[in-house]
């Protein structure tokens, strides 16, 4: 008698040590991520791969949570590892491309996207992430035809999901690039109908508005943009810009100074820092301001170097302690 109690608890002890598969683990990461806790969710997905290190699936689910997280590389690791183990899976070119992206690795992430697309020419998300990467690169080299290579991309992801708020965004950024701001303000306003919380949204149809000479409008969209997202520094450097053309020099000054404060990297601003300055009387400054515009890579600060500053760099003067 002791003999079978004995037996059945040992029985119970291994199926309870054993009742969590990979499976269970997998369901529960799904859970975690429906509901945004990614950390959660990367955990989970590691105890899924405890259980069973040969699905690539659980691999690419794992580098899809920790590409929430910013930890790129860690997911282009494991993006590696799923295509090694199922070199046909979309999603996974598609999410590998995605990281490559966001670390500004634009051939690879744009060989990615494409690999994604010809393993599986339906997969929405695959065309919109290619189109949203030839808008950025169309607007950092002034290129009309990567805006074109976008609008095609754009155009097949909202004809297989007419819903995708992202890809509307991302077309009329296209538009926008092309001169098509009323266009533009269409699709934003379709995106805007699909998530109206997205505040890139606002923003970029702010941009249209004033190219359009709109400025209530594009004013309205700016501010609306940070209250969506107070820390956002290319709004303030769009109100900056508003309140430069409508002649209002101090406050655009304050807008760009804001700008810097939460992005001390950012090219444009001090470039536009600069010029206001200079209408503000602020020459020294204004030209330490296009120094540093150059230095971060803006390619007009030049022309106002040679117009306003001297051959040499403005001194840089060193306190003593």
Do not use: W
Request: proline share 2%; with cysteine.
């Amino acid at each position: 008698m002791k003999k079978g109690i004995l037996f059945f608890a040992i029985m119970v002890l291994i199926v309870a040590c054993n009742i969590h598969n990979s499976d269970y683990y997998v369901r529960q990461g799904y859970i975690e991520d429906s509901l945004k806790h990614y950390t959660k969710a990367d955990s989970l997905y590691t105890l899924a791969l405890s259980k069973d290190n040969k699905d690539a699936t659980i691999y690419n689910s794992r580098g899809y949570e920790r590409t929430y997280l910013k930890k790129f590389k860690e997911a282009i690791e494991d993006f590696d590892k799923a295509l090694e183990l199922d070199p046909y899976l979309a999603s996974a070119f598609n999410n590998r491309g995605f990281a490559e992206d966001s670390l500004g690795l634009d051939s690879a992430a744009m060989k990615d996207y494409t690999s994604a697309i010809l393993t599986d020419p339906e997969l929405e998300s695959a065309y919109c992430n290619r189109g949203y990467l030839e808008v950025k690169i169309g607007c950092f080299n002034d290129d009309s035809n990567m805006y074109i290579l976008a609008l095609n991309d754009l155009n097949k992801a909202i004809k297989l999901d007419s819903s995708d708020y992202f890809a509307y965004c991302n077309r009329g950024s296209a538009k926008r690039g092309l001169g098509k701001y009323q266009e533009a303000i269409d699709d934003f306003n379709k995106g805007i109908l699909f998530n109206s919380s997205y505040e890139p949204l606002y923003n970029d149809r702010g941009e249209a508005y004033m190219m359009l000479y709109k400025d209530s409008n594009a004013k309205t969209d700016y501010l609306k943009s940070l209250e969506l997202s107070p820390n956002d520094h290319i709004v303030y450097d769009n109100l900056g810009c508003l309140e430069y053309e409508s002649g209002n020099y101090r406050k655009a000054q304050e807008y760009f100074d804001k700008t810097i404060e939460l992005d001390s990297t950012d090219a444009m601003a001090y470039y536009h820092l600069g010029l206001t300055e200079i209408e503000n009387q602020e020459k020294e400054n204004a030209c330490a301001d296009f120094y540093k515009a150059k230095s971060y890579g803006n390619r007009y600060a030049q022309e106002e170097i040679d117009s306003f500053c001297r051959v040499l760099p403005p001194k840089v003067v060193y306190k003593k302690h």
